[in-house]
């Protein structure tokens, strides 16, 4: 049971770092020309600055579901299930769903271009959508033993 709770603590760590990098970084399509979710924010779209929005919410979310599962695991009586941190994992699921949606939506090109293509930002962003769904449920059946 420990080394299942420590394998989750270090997937969701890697996790929140990919989610972070995923954000911060311009790489969300390359190709022809190289821009990002925060290079096409100038030119006034909604749409980007709603990714932009979630996908920080995604990040705030999982961080503070990883602060809620040091504290549950060490306040917690046995036997009791990790509800709340994986509700909150759940809900940071959620964000990056609707972030990355919006930005498949908005860019469906990049699909049928044949010189242009999502870069690593946009693939980390779905690698931390599974990540994060995998945690959530598994903090969701998990019991403190």
Same mark, same amino acid.
């Given at each position: =049971?420990?080394?299942?709770? &420590?394998?989750?603590?270090?997937?969701?760590?890697?996790?929140?770092? =990919? !989610? %972070?990098?995923?954000?911060? &970084?311009?790489? /969300?399509?390359?190709?022809?020309? /190289?821009? $990002?979710?925060?290079?096409?924010?100038?030119?006034?779209?909604? /749409?980007?600055?709603?990714?932009?929005?979630? *996908?920080?919410?995604?990040?705030?979310?999982?961080?503070?579901?990883?602060? *809620? %599962?040091?504290?549950? !695991?060490?306040? =917690?009586?046995?036997?009791?299930?990790?509800?709340?941190?994986?509700?909150? =994992?759940?809900?940071?699921?959620?964000?990056?769903?609707? &972030?990355?949606?919006?930005?498949?939506?908005?860019?469906?090109?990049?699909?049928?271009?044949?010189?242009?293509?999502? $870069?690593?930002?946009?693939?980390?962003?779905?690698?931390?959508?599974?990540? /994060?769904?995998?945690?959530?449920? !598994?903090?969701?059946?998990?019991?403190?033993?």
């Amino acid at each position: =049971m420990l080394v299942l709770l &420590a394998g989750i603590f270090v997937v969701h760590i890697a996790t929140v770092v =990919m !989610l %972070f990098v995923s954000t911060i &970084a311009n790489v /969300s399509h390359s190709g022809t020309n /190289s821009t $990002g979710l925060w290079l096409n924010c100038d030119a006034g779209e909604s /749409s980007l600055k709603a990714v932009q929005a979630f *996908m920080i919410l995604a990040i705030i979310f999982s961080f503070f579901s990883l602060v *809620m %599962f040091v504290v549950q !695991l060490f306040t =917690m009586e046995k036997g009791k299930r990790f509800y709340i941190t994986g509700a909150i =994992m759940l809900i940071c699921w959620l964000f990056i769903l609707i &972030a990355v949606s919006i930005y498949t939506a908005r860019f469906p090109h990049y699909f049928t271009a044949p010189r242009d293509h999502h $870069g690593y930002s946009f693939i980390l962003a779905w690698i931390c959508f599974c990540f /994060s769904f995998i945690i959530g449920i !598994l903090y969701l059946v998990l019991r403190k033993k």
